[in-house]
C-alpha cells in the first residue's frame, strides 16, 4: 500500500492557519510558512499523514492564490521558497507528506505568458489563451460575446480587450485567463512547473478543477439545462458539456501523470465535480489521477440510508485497482459543523476517518469549527463580490476564518495587535485547541483517537468494506475486514432517538466488543449481542470469530 491510501490527508488554508511575525517582528494578520513551521507538531498529534497546502505562489490574490502570476516561487505574504523547503525537511522529518495545490487551468493576469499574450495579437504566446473575435452583427464589438459561456462566480466568461480587439475567457474571475491546451507549448511548460516542485521533494499535487482544463475547439454555445429553476442564475440555465469534461482531458491528464511517475512515491488528486459514472473515468487505466476527489458526503443529504445506498454505489462502481477516497468538507464548502450541528459532527468525523478509502480533512473540523457569517462590507471572495444579491449562498469566506488555537486575542492566530484577514468566530473562547487539548470528552480527543486507531487497524486503513441492514431506521452500519475475517463494525445513530442494536442477529457468530464510541466512553457491556445506543451516538465495535 501507498502512503497516500493508508495516511490521512489535512487540508490547510494558509492564509487562515497561523500568522507568524515577519523579519521586523509584525504580524499581518495572515498565515504564513513559518506559522505552518510552527505548528507542526500539533499537526503530528493528530496521526494524519499529509498536509495539503492551498495556493502559495506569487499572486495578486483576486483569488486568494487560486490566480497564480508564478508557478515556480513563493509569495512573499507566505515566506520564500527558503522557508518552503524548511517546512518540507521539518514535514518529512515528522513523517508528513507535503501536498501542493496546482492551478493549471488558469493564471493570473500578471503572470509573464498573459502579459505577452495581452501585448499583441501577433505575439508568440497569443494563442496561450483562448482569444476570440467579437461575434458577427451591430453595436459595439465589447457587447457581441463570442459564445454563451458563463462563470462559476456569476457573469460572462468573456472579457473584452480594447487593445487588440479580442475576448479572452475565464470561467472565473476576469482576472483568471484560461489557458489554451490545445497549444502545443503550454501542457510541457506546465509540465515543468510541475517537476520544479518535485525536484524540491514535494509528495504530490492537488489539482484544482483538473477536469476543466479543456474546453470545446469550436466554442460552440452550451445547451440549455432543462432542469434548471425558473429562477437560476445564468450559469445553471445551461449545460457545461464545451467546458468541463471535454473529450482530449484524458490525455492531458494521462501525461501529467507520466510526470509524477518520473519519481518515487508521488500522487495527483484532481478536483472532480461530476456525476458517479463519469467521476470514475478520470483514474483512466491506473494511469492518470490516483485518487479523483469523491465529494458526495458534502452534497447528499444528512441521512443514513441514503448515503449507505451511496457508499455501495461507489465502492461498485470503483475500476479495478481504483482506490476510494472521501471528504466532509474544503475551502470552497460550509463547515460540515454547520451543515449537520455540533452532535452531528462527531458522528462524521467517525464516518469519514472509518470508511475504506483516504479521509481528506480540513483544517479546524477536528475542533468543531463552524461557518463565520461575514457582513458584506466584509467579504473578501470574489464569488461571493461579483454575486452581491446572493453573496450569503456563493460566498465561500465563512468557511475559511481563522483557526482557532486558544482564548487569547485573535485566537493565538495572529498578535493580539494584528487584525485577522478574516473575522473570527465569537466562540473562539470557548471553542479552541487548547480549551480542548485536556479534556477527554472533547471532539479534538475524538478525533485523535479514531486517527490513532485507523491507523493502528489494518481493518480499518485498508480492509473492505460491507454495509450492513440492521433493520433501524437512521442507523447506518458497515464491517471493515482485514485478512483473516477479524474486523471491525461501525454504527452510526443519524438521528436522536436511542437504539437498542441486536448485534448477534444481525452478524451471526461474531463475538463483539465496543472499542470506541463519540461519547468517548471508556467501556460498555455488550451482553449476548445486545447493546443499547444513544442519539447522535456513533461506535466502533471490534468483531472476532468464534472459535
Not at 410 to 438: C, H, I, K, M, S
Not at 460 to 480: C, M, S, T
Amino acid at each position: 500500500m501507498h502512503w497516500w491510501q493508508t495516511g490521512i490527508i489535512y487540508q490547510i488554508y494558509p492564509r487562515s492557519f497561523q500568522d507568524s511575525s515577519n523579519a521586523n517582528g509584525i504580524a499581518d494578520g495572515v498565515g504564513d510558512l513559518n506559522g505552518i513551521i510552527r505548528r507542526l507538531d500539533y499537526l503530528q498529534s493528530l496521526h494524519i499523514g499529509a498536509i495539503w497546502i492551498s495556493p502559495i505562489f506569487p499572486s495578486p490574490m483576486h483569488d486568494f492564490g487560486y490566480d497564480v502570476a508564478d508557478y515556480c516561487d513563493i509569495h512573499p505574504l507566505f515566506g520564500t521558497l527558503t522557508d518552503f523547503d524548511r517546512l518540507l525537511a521539518e514535514a518529512h522529518a515528522r513523517g508528513l507528506r507535503v501536498i501542493l495545490d496546482l492551478v493549471p487551468n488558469h493564471t493570473s493576469e500578471e503572470h509573464a505568458w498573459f502579459v505577452e499574450s495581452r501585448s499583441s495579437r501577433d505575439n508568440p504566446k497569443r494563442d496561450y489563451y483562448i482569444w476570440r473575435d467579437p461575434a458577427p452583427g451591430d453595436g459595439p464589438p465589447e457587447t457581441r460575446l463570442p459564445n454563451n459561456w458563463q462563470t462559476h462566480f456569476g457573469g460572462v466568461a468573456w472579457t473584452y480587450d480594447a487593445p487588440t480587439g479580442q475576448f479572452y475567457m475565464h470561467q472565473f474571475h476576469r482576472s483568471q485567463p484560461e489557458l489554451n491546451y490545445r497549444h502545443p507549448e503550454v501542457l510541457p511548460a506546465m509540465l515543468d512547473n510541475m517537476r520544479f516542485w518535485l525536484d524540491r521533494g514535494v509528495d504530490g499535487f492537488r489539482v484544482d478543477v483538473i477536469w476543466l482544463m479543456l474546453k470545446d475547439a469550436e466554442l460552440r454555445d452550451e445547451p440549455p439545462n432543462p432542469d434548471a429553476a425558473p429562477d437560476a442564475r445564468p450559469f445553471d440555465r445551461i449545460q457545461h458539456i464545451y467546458t468541463g469534461d471535454v473529450a482530449g482531458i484524458h490525455d492531458i491528464i494521462r501525461q501529467m501523470r507520466a510526470v509524477l511517475d518520473e519519481y518515487d512515491e508521488r500522487m495527483m488528486v484532481g478536483e472532480i465535480y461530476l456525476p458517479l459514472e463519469r467521476l470514475m473515468t478520470y483514474y483512466g487505466n491506473g494511469d492518470e489521477c490516483h485518487m479523483p476527489f469523491n465529494f458526495q458526503l458534502i452534497g447528499l443529504p444528512w441521512d443514513a440510508r441514503v448515503i449507505g445506498d451511496y457508499i455501495r454505489a461507489y465502492e461498485g462502481a470503483l475500476p479495478p485497482g481504483g482506490w476510494p477516497n472521501w471528504v466532509l468538507g474544503n475551502h470552497d464548502q460550509h463547515r460540515i459543523a454547520t451543515r449537520v450541528g455540533p452532535a452531528q459532527a462527531r458522528v462524521a468525523q467517525m464516518l469519514l476517518l472509518t470508511l475504506r478509502g483516504t479521509p481528506t480533512c480540513y483544517y479546524g473540523d477536528e475542533i468543531g469549527m463552524e461557518d463565520v457569517a461575514i457582513p458584506f462590507e466584509q467579504c473578501m471572495d470574489p464569488a461571493a463580490l461579483q454575486q452581491p444579491e446572493t453573496y450569503e449562498i456563493w460566498g465561500r469566506d465563512p468557511e475559511r476564518t481563522p483557526m482557532q488555537w486558544d482564548a487569547s486575542p485573535n485566537a493565538g492566530f495572529t498578535t493580539p495587535e494584528a487584525t485577522p484577514w478574516l473575522p473570527l468566530a465569537a466562540d473562539y473562547a470557548t471553542r479552541n485547541v487548547a480549551a480542548q487539548e485536556n479534556d477527554p470528552a472533547s471532539l479534538l480527543s475524538l478525533y485523535r483517537a479514531l486517527a490513532a486507531l485507523r491507523r493502528a487497524e489494518p481493518a480499518l486503513n485498508r480492509g473492505a468494506i460491507e454495509v450492513i441492514d440492521l433493520g433501524i431506521e437512521g442507523v447506518l452500519a458497515y464491517r471493515r475486514t482485514a485478512e483473516g475475517g477479524d474486523g471491525f463494525l461501525v454504527v452510526l445513530n443519524f438521528g436522536e432517538e436511542m437504539h437498542e442494536l441486536n448485534l448477534h442477529q444481525a452478524l451471526g457468530g461474531q463475538a463483539t466488543e465496543l472499542v470506541l464510541s463519540t461519547e468517548l466512553i471508556p467501556s460498555r457491556v455488550v451482553t449476548e449481542g445486545i447493546m443499547a445506543m444513544n442519539g447522535n451516538e456513533g461506535v466502533i465495535l471490534r468483531l472476532r470469530q468464534w472459535g
